[in-house]
């Protein structure tokens, strides 16, 4: 690595830092305003505040907003450096502009392993400290108010439940039928049921099993009727921001249940998971991009290129935001509703590349 590789990568290293500080200093100032009357009215815990609430805030933004951050910051470095003249001369010198982007690329590198390895593993684990937080003393207590429940808990095995109480764990008017084929195997039903914290298991109250062998049928009654089931009360409480919360193996597996339960309402969290990998590719993308359409010494100055840095960022995000909602809704594929921001400013970039100085 030549001299001017560790001096670009120092500047786009301190750099990066300082616009990350900056901007999400003043995200948690306009944060505290909104939540300062929680925070004072329901006398939080000082240090609750800081490590349990902003601690894992301040890691769950600056992840999020990465890719723009590195923008911002190789926008400003690159801008100074063309001010200067010092990228004339670093070309004048014959290092070709491919070569002048090589630290560059180190660098972002090295943030979009830091930023797949923290997506993938480590601020979830950070998200639900926040979102608890949150849930406690923010949001308040959670109501469970869907009716007609319906959940598939095997390949042929279907549960009912008129309502559920998510705060007592108890389900009303409860059925689950076993099929095998198109025939009724067995049916279970019950007045209510309710989860057994201690055994792990759900309890029947005043049930009727029917049994179907052919044409013939058998009915059981009872009281009490303890029964495994492939769910629990964690299907019923809230999915608030649930898919910042889950880690990468922990969405996968998420997303297979809820398919595998005829659930087929799972753009959220696919999105959520194919972001853990665009989001590495779109801080490459967004540095090879900032370097071009700030490697040119313009006369308007660089803060005439720094505000084009923070106008493109803009689009961007507005841009990652559409589309997250569009993969939410099943509007666009989730796979592409991740992909395309970066790809498109990828396609730019290259468009741009034609016109910087060599």
């Known amino acids: 690595m030549k001299l001017i590789d560790k001096y670009i990568l120092k500047k786009f290293f301190s750099t990066f830092f300082f616009v990350s500080l ?35 805030f301040i890691l769950h933004f600056n992840n999020m ?40 690329i180190i660098g972002a590198i090295i943030l979009a392993l830091t930023n797949f ?24 207590q959670y109501y469970y108010d869907a009716r007609d429940i319906h959940f598939k808990v095997a390949p042929e095995t279907f549960i009912y439940m008129q309502s559920y109480n998510n705060v007592s764990k108890v389900g009303y008017l409860f059925t689950i039928e076993k099929l095998r084929g198109n025939r009724l195997e ?20 005043y049930y009727k099993l029917h049994k179907f062998d052919g044409e013939r049928e058998i009915m059981e009654t009872g009281n009490v009727l303890d029964t495994a089931l492939n769910i629990t009360p964690a299907d019923f409480e809230s999915t608030h921001e649930l898919q910042t919360a889950l880690t990468l193996p922990e969405l996968r597996a998420y997303i297979k249940k809820q398919l595998a339960r005829g659930n087929t309402n799972v753009g959220l969290f696919e999105v959520e998971m194919y972001e853990k990998f665009t989001y590495p590719l779109a801080i490459i993308i967004l540095t090879i991009m900032g370097v071009i359409v700030s490697a040119r010494k313009s006369r308007q100055g660089t803060g005439w290129q720094i505000a084009l840095g923070f106008g493109l960022a803009f689009i961007f995000i507005t841009l990652a935001r559409m589309c997250k909602s569009m993969g939410q809704a099943a509007s666009m594929e989730p796979l592409t509703a991740a992909l395309f921001p970066p790809l498109l400013f990828a396609g730019i970039a290259i468009i741009l590349y034609k016109t910087v100085p060599r």
């Open 186 to 205: 067995a049916k279970l039903s019950a007045d209510r049921i309710s989860y057994d914290t201690t055994k792990n298991l759900w309890r029947v109250d």
């Open 65 to 104: 907003l990465n890719p723009i951050l590195v923008f911002i910051a190789t926008v400003f470095i690159t801008s100074r450096l063309a001010a200067r003249t010092e990228i004339v001369a670093i070309l004048a010198s014959g290092v070709s502009f491919t070569r002048l982007l090589l630290p560059y």
């Open 22 to 56: 900056i901007i999400l200093a003043v995200i948690c100032v306009i944060d505290y305003s909104e939540k300062a009357d929680d925070f004072i009215n329901k006398k939080i815990p000082f240090d609750l505040i800081v490590i349990d609430y902003y601690v894992n």
């Open 117 to 140: 390895m923290l997506n993938g593993w480590v601020i979830p684990k950070a998200n639900k400290i926040r979102v608890a937080f949150e849930s406690k003393f923010i949001r308040g």
